[in-house]
């Protein structure tokens, strides 16, 4: 509708709109007309007028221009502070300014209507001294941005984002996950590369913050999406200045308080519990070390992975305690979940039992927090099972990288390999799982095997003989490391020949 209307149809409206403002505010302050530059040419208007606001100490500014070649209508709130006027009238004149550039060459001709840019704002209060500008700026009816100033009157000056959160790695994921929690309840979402960028660069955000909510503004194609985020949902994250600031009520701050005050006590019970769950895997450690043979002669340490299996894995103990030999376990915990009982039968048979990751999951292509949850979850499951917290983590497809390492290193875990594969998962095939252990076993060999195979169950008879009759003493892990004289994070492959 608007749009049809030519610039002479615009300079009556304006004309007519310019007499109703005016008198509205003579007949509201009681002041003198405020028109400054009447037109001085056929095709340019510029009106503008001041309005009080519904905040006494806040009054509105009016411009509008028409010219030929464009048309630009602003709104500009006006404090009794002359600094945070300054800043307030120095981006809409870079805006206007930035948009008549665009359309200087432009002749009047060359378009079927002028550009328009127009720019209005909402005043929001925050506290009895403080307020939200919340600009918005549309571009000939089409693109539509938002700008937000925060502005502290009495202090004279905007309020920045390290005023109101502490600006960490936690509270940067708590805005993420909360802003699209947000933009989901609006029916409304936007890529995770735009999220990447927008949360890459905090000094670029528009944010508001009032009693209720922090408001976080992403630009998405032409328009700008508005993700309000609950006061309460970020009590962890504010500065100790956000009560004066947003005026907290006192429920408010109690109920800050009290949020903290939980997260102190969950974060202490956790490092508690880390440190019981340190202190039983040292003593576990300890245990496995003790009675470790002597050095005399060879030795090797048999490895069975990705069980329980409720077939397979009694089979193996079995033939392991026909020839009183040690092995160790790496279980994954959904099997364990799945069957205690044959986790808890292998670890009161005095096996070793060692960590392989809740679902046999590709660590390296996980981030820290997935990394720990897998590790973390998987060695719960084990501990419920087995009354031991595996220490020793066997990453899957033996695929690890530097943050698999940290999170080992922080738990006072450590990484083990191997030095021999049986190859039993491609083989599935009792004699070529012997040979190709008797081809590449030496003194001191880590041998990955799985129990849940049935050939590997099969092949296990002859392989301990043949591997007794060469002299071989079978160890857990634990005692190989310690008659290698190593111990730390790994990883630990074991010998090859
Ligand atoms: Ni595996």
């Known amino acids: 509708m608007l749009r049809r209307i030519k610039p002479l149809g615009w300079l009556v409206?304006?004309?007519i709109m310019g007499l109703f403002l005016t008198g509205i505010?003579?007949?509201?302050s009681g002041q003198t007309q405020t028109v400054a530059n009447?037109?001085?040419?056929?095709?340019?208007?510029?009106?503008?007028?001041?309005?009080?606001?519904?905040?006494?100490?806040?009054?509105?500014?009016?411009?509008?221009?028409?010219?030929?070649?464009?048309?630009?209508r602003v709104q500009q709130p006006s404090t009794k502070s002359a600094t945070i006027n300054d800043i307030l009238r120095n981006w809409i004149d870079s805006q206007k300014d930035s948009f008549i550039d665009q359309f200087a060459d432009t002749s009047e001709d060359s378009k079927e209507e002028a550009p328009s840019l127009k720019i209005s704002v909402i005043t929001e209060q925050i506290a009895s001294d403080s307020y939200n500008f919340i600009f918005t700026e549309e571009e000939s009816d089409q693109r539509t941005e938002t700008k937000v100033f925060t502005i502290d009157v009495k202090h004279e000056r905007e309020l920045k984002l390290d005023d109101i959160l502490k600006m960490d790695d936690a509270t940067v994921k708590t805005l993420r996950?909360?802003?699209?929690?947000?933009?989901?309840?609006q029916d409304s979402s936007v890529s995770d590369d735009a999220l990447d960028r927008f949360f890459s660069d905090p000094s670029a955000w528009n944010w508001a913050v009032n009693q209720k909510a922090f408001t976080l503004y992403i630009d998405d194609d032409s328009t700008t999406l508005k993700a309000?985020?609950?006061?309460?949902?970020?009590?962890?994250h504010f500065?100790?200045?956000?009560?004066?600031?947003?005026?907290?009520?006192?429920?408010q701050k109690q109920e800050k308080n009290d949020t903290i005050e939980a997260e102190k006590e969950r974060i202490r019970k956790e490092k508690e519990q880390r440190k019981e769950q340190e202190k039983r895997k040292a003593e576990e450690r300890a245990k496995q070390q003790k009675n470790s043979p002597t050095h005399e002669g060879k030795y090797v340490a048999l490895t069975f992975d990705d069980g329980p299996s409720?077939?397979?894995?009694?089979?193996?103990?079995?033939t392991l305690a026909q020839h009183d030999a040690k092995a160790t376990f790496f279980m994954l915990g959904n099997r364990v979940e799945a069957l205690p009982k044959t986790a808890q039968q292998v670890a009161a048979a005095g096996h070793e039992i060692g960590n392989h990751t809740v679902d046999h999951a590709d660590l390296s292509t996980l981030d820290p927090e997935g990394i720990r949850n897998e590790i973390g979850q998987s060695a719960d499951s084990i501990e419920q099972a087995t009354g031991i917290r595996p220490y020793f983590i066997r990453p899957p497809y033996g695929a690890f990288n530097d943050a698999v390492i940290n999170d080992v290193a922080n738990q006072g875990d450590t990484l083990i390999l191997w030095s021999v594969d049986s190859l039993d998962w491609q083989s599935r095939n009792a004699n070529a799982v012997i040979s190709?252990?008797?081809?590449?076993?030496?003194?001191?060999a880590i041998v990955l095997m799985h129990d849940i195979h049935p050939s590997t169950a099969d092949a296990l008879p002859q392989l301990l003989d043949w591997l007794e009759s060469q002299g071989y003493q079978f160890v857990t892990v634990s005692q190989l490391l310690e008659m290698e004289g190593q111990n730390g994070v790994g990883p630990y492959y074991g010998n090859v020949k």
Do not use: C, F
Request: aromatic share 4%; glycine share 4%; charged share 25%.
């Open 13 to 15: 409206i304006l004309a």
């Open 310 to 318: 409720s077939d397979v894995t009694p089979r193996v103990l079995d």
């Open 239 to 251: 500065t100790d200045d956000i009560a004066e600031i947003i005026d907290m009520s006192a429920e």
């Open 177 to 185: 996950e909360q802003m699209k929690a947000s933009l989901v309840k």
């Open 25 to 28: 505010s003579h007949l509201v």
């Open 228 to 236: 309000p985020i609950p006061i309460e949902s970020l009590y962890l």
């Open 38 to 72: 009447l037109p001085n040419r056929e095709t340019d208007i510029q009106l503008k007028d001041k309005l009080p606001s519904k905040y006494p100490d806040i009054s509105m500014g009016i411009e509008m221009k028409v010219s030929g070649a464009y048309q630009i």
């Open 436 to 444: 190709e252990i008797q081809k590449e076993i030496t003194s001191g």
